[in-house]
């Protein structure tokens, strides 16, 4: 018989806390104690221990594809998180000369980044060129990828609180046992005696179960709704990266009713010349940045940016960046972007 003292109840919880229980169902009843190691290794309730580790590791888990992404973008040659910001503050500026000083600095930041980008692409040779370098979309795959690590991370959550819980597939709500965070449990205790060991059983009563119940409960629900909506997500991002249609559409409706100088409004009815600058010079990467200054600075902003964007791109030959570009030793894919500059250069002359 088990001592029922206060300070042995109080040993045998936090004994039995510490140590493996065992369940039975309904069905079942107590073995002997020769019996007891086949039910010890079938009906083992040990993962409760372990919940709040499991948690912490989830949470993680949910920050690695962002934290990837930020900091993989920081390596590129602007910062998009930068931008981002500034554009945000010139949300806030009423005054016209601190507006137009700040957001004609802005526009030369983003500029000088996208010169850069077509500068360096022209410059390596065919055996270090991505495909992603003619479309000016680096930043743009890290993205997609990061979108896509979010839809794995869903995935893999609900497999493994499946795995971690020992079931694969979760029921409904209706159908919800408690076999798998057993209220009641039993735990054997072995009590050293004069000359003999006694083993007793002790029925525990694991409160904890009730709460991590209705966590996984929670989680598994929770994290099936953010599957659906990573998921949806991904394949609409998808979609407006990589459609030209998607891309075209969105900078055209930037540049509706924006403020231009004359000589550059006219080439705004050239639909070659506004490809030339939504494929070329913005490329992905410029019009992904534009659809975040978008999400965070407002429709205003934006318009403000791309309109600047295509006077710099109207005017690029006035640089001595792009006036030097044939001075660089060209390869075969190279030709590509020398007519285009040409094509440019003669536009702006019409």
Known sequence: MFVTGNSWTDYGQYYCFTQNTYRLTNNQTLPNASNRAE?????NVNYYQWVPFFLTIQALCFYIPGWLWMMLQHGSIFDMEAIVREAICLKTIFK???????????????????????NTDMCKTKW?????D???GISTALYLISKLLNVINNIMQLYIIGRFIGFSNFPLAK????????????????????GKVEINTLQCVLMLNFINEKIFFMLWYWISLLFVLSLTDFIITLVQCLRPQCREALIKFYLQGGEFDDKYFFLLRDERYLHIYIMEFLGLDGVLLLRFINN???V?????????LWHCFCGFQEFPHFRNFHEFPHTSKDLKFLKFLDYTQHRLKI
Do not use: W
């Open 128 to 132: 270090c060129k991505h495909p992603l």
């Open 300 to 308: 205003k902003v934006t318009q403000d940016i791309t309109v600047g």
């Open 175 to 194: 159908q919800f046992t408690s076999s798998y965070f057993p209220l009641i449990t039993f735990c054997d205790i072995e009590r050293q005696t004069l």
């Open 296 to 298: 965070h600075a407002g």
């Open 39 to 43: 039910l010890h290794l079938n009906a």
């Open 134 to 136: 003619e479309k000016n």
């Open 96 to 118: 016209f000369e601190g507006r137009v000083t700040r957001l004609t600095n802005l526009v030369n930041y983003i500029a000088s980044g996208l010169k850069m980008k077509m």
